[in-house]
């Protein structure tokens, strides 16, 4: 399901002023994530992540897709994999909880 933006993720984890979850929530929701779980997905990962972390997800999703023919979508398991990838296992640990969590896995 492509549903996981790199704009999203770097729009919500960079800028705003709104609380990480309503960023992540509705750029999640721009991007195709009906409401309920879009805002599910939001409210966990800010739960379970700090601002830096969030950071950190963001930057690397955007640097995962960056040459890719479709660089603006990041599907559910490209983001996993990107999470895994960090050398941070808190922050893989969060994106699995939330995507089983908010019935978004692939």
Do not use: H, N, W
Request: charged content about 20%; overall charge positive.
């Amino acid at each position: 399901m492509k549903v996981f933006v790199i704009a999203a993720f770097c729009a919500v984890t960079l800028t705003g002023c709104a609380a990480p979850a309503t960023r992540i929530s509705t750029g999640l929701q721009r991007y195709g994530l009906d409401d309920p779980r879009a805002d599910c997905v939001g409210t966990r990962l800010q739960s379970d992540l700090s601002l830096g972390q969030l950071q950190q997800l963001g930057r690397a999703a955007a640097a995962y897709r960056k040459d890719d023919t479709t660089p603006g979508v990041l599907t559910v398991s490209d983001l996993l994999r990107v999470a895994g990838e960090l050398k941070d296992p808190g922050i893989a640990l969060a994106v699995g909880k939330a995507a089983a969590g908010c019935g978004v896995l692939p």
